[in-house]
């Protein structure tokens, strides 16, 4: 076995190895998901943490009192998820989304009239399902789950199941995988 | 030596053990600050990849165009940052907080007229110094380094020194070591 030989078998086996990490990690975080967020019957929980943890994708202001979205949006998801995102184009199964929607704040500030987020209100979580996992669960579909949480009491998605509830807002969407992925900065790189 | 005493000999251990890595991990963040964001003439760069890995704190909109802060502002620091933050009520030394000034785009959206982050115009830098680093340096002092990037090129601080670029604006936050935390929901929890 000559010199060459072994940097050759060398860069293989790290080739293969990297390959195998990524693959590892998607892997986890999708075992992850459905082993903590979603249970065995498809009932999806709010993830703790995620805003010390989890990646900030974008932030959203509906200023007007009467609008139906009013608030400040801000959208989070896993590490392992943006960086996938950012190689591929797609949410990995496994991905989930939480869009927070907070009280608007508002006061004059040294760098002019400025408005920020308050309490949250309301939680809105898609979890990526590239298996079809919950077929009929009224909660899951067009690839997805979706769930919608209150203050009042965070444990118990309160959606009505993702046709009457989500894709109403979400239709424009629809060719970015019903993600509003042009206000996502950092998925933007 | 009896089974109790073991016991606690191991609960003793681990107590150690467990404060000995929460320092441990201060240190950590103190000597990559100043080893990768900070040269040793006290020289700020604006660091990379906080997006995908930092943890968010908080967003603000400004929204009139007249005004001196004009844009959105997204707020970030390192994880190890915001823990320590949220255990002790102080920024460790070593922690980064970045602000993204961004343009403002809008739109009519399901949820109601919205408005969302676009380019990055401005980035503001504050890195904290409990230790008095670069006494006669223009761009440190009040216990901390302040730096200021544009979109033009985001290599070099043109912040003419903090009294004369930052203090003005952030006057009002003296009080809570010079930082707007009350727009920061991650460190309210």
Redesign the interface.
């Known amino acids: 076995m000559n010199r060459n030989y072994k940097i050759f078998s060398a860069m293989l086996i790290s080739l293969a190895l990297s390959g195998h990490s990524n693959m590892a990690l998607s892997q986890e975080m999708s075992n992850k998901t459905y082993g903590t967020i979603v249970d065995s019957e498809g009932n999806i929980r709010l993830p703790d943490n995620y ?3 989890w ?2 994708l ?7 009192p ?5 608030g ?1 949006h ?1 959208v ?1 998801t896993q ?1 392992d998820a ?2 996938t995102y ?1 190689e591929t184009g797609e949410f990995p199964d496994g991905s989930v989304l939480i869009k927070e929607v ?1 009280a608007v ?1 508002s006061g004059a ?12 209100n309301i939680w809105f979580v898609m979890v990526k399902d590239q298996q079809a996992r919950f077929k009929g669960n009224a909660h899951w579909g067009e690839g997805w789950g979706w769930a919608l949480f209150k203050a009042e009491n965070p444990s118990a998605n309160v959606s009505q199941g993702y046709a009457e509830t989500c894709l ?5 969407a629809k060719n970015t995988d019903w993600v ?1 992925t ?2 996502y ?2 998925l933007q ?1």
Chains 1, 2 share one sequence.
């Open positions: 805003q010390q943890t990646t900030h974008g932030s959203w202001l509906v200023g007007d009467q609008a139906p979205g009013h400040f801000d989070y590490k943006a960086k950012l907070r704040e500030k040294t760098t002019g009239q400025a408005k920020w987020a308050g309490n949250t109403g807002c979400h239709a424009p509003f042009e206000g900065p950092t790189h």
